[in-house]
Nanobody, 118 residues
Framework: QVQLVESGGGLVQPGGSLNLSCAAS????????MSWYRQALEKERELVAE????????SSSDSVKGRFTISRDNVKNTVYLQMNSLKPEDTAVYAC???????????WGQGTQVTVSS
């Protein structure tokens, strides 16, 4: 069964940090481009960061540049999002996506809530 499971979300104070994980099962992420998206209440889904199957960064939202870092560990079949200097406007549900350029297969996780508040 193909599955992406995010973890690491929660409540954090402004200026704090969180490290999100997205663990894949039922397939190997080795040949997939991996991305993190977020969606805040009453807002459209936004691409946060993307990393290619070769480990290259393809895009990152201007609002998180210099604060968020995406990485991947193909051995652990997991992608990460290190979030530093968090702001209240970072509050959203964060979900990961796996996309294959060769087969156009796309998989989504269920998301994890991140709330930045004092």
């Amino acid at each position: 069964q193909v599955q992406l499971v995010e973890s690491g979300g929660g409540l954090v104070q402004p200026g704090g940090s969180l490290n999100l994980s997205c663990a894949a099962s039922g397939f190997s992420i080795h040949h997939f481009d991996m991305s993190w998206y977020r969606q805040a209440l009453e807002k459209e889904r936004e691409l946060v960061a993307e990393i290619t199957s070769l480990g290259d960064l393809r895009s990152s939202s201007d609002s998180v540049k210099g604060r968020f870092t995406i990485s991947r560990d193909n051995v652990k079949n997991t992608v990460y999002l290190q979030m530093n200097s968090l702001k209240p406007e970072d509050t959203a549900v964060y979900a990961c996506n796996a996309w294959s350029r060769s087969t156009h297969s796309s998989y989504w996780g269920q998301g994890t809530q991140v709330t930045v508040s004092s």
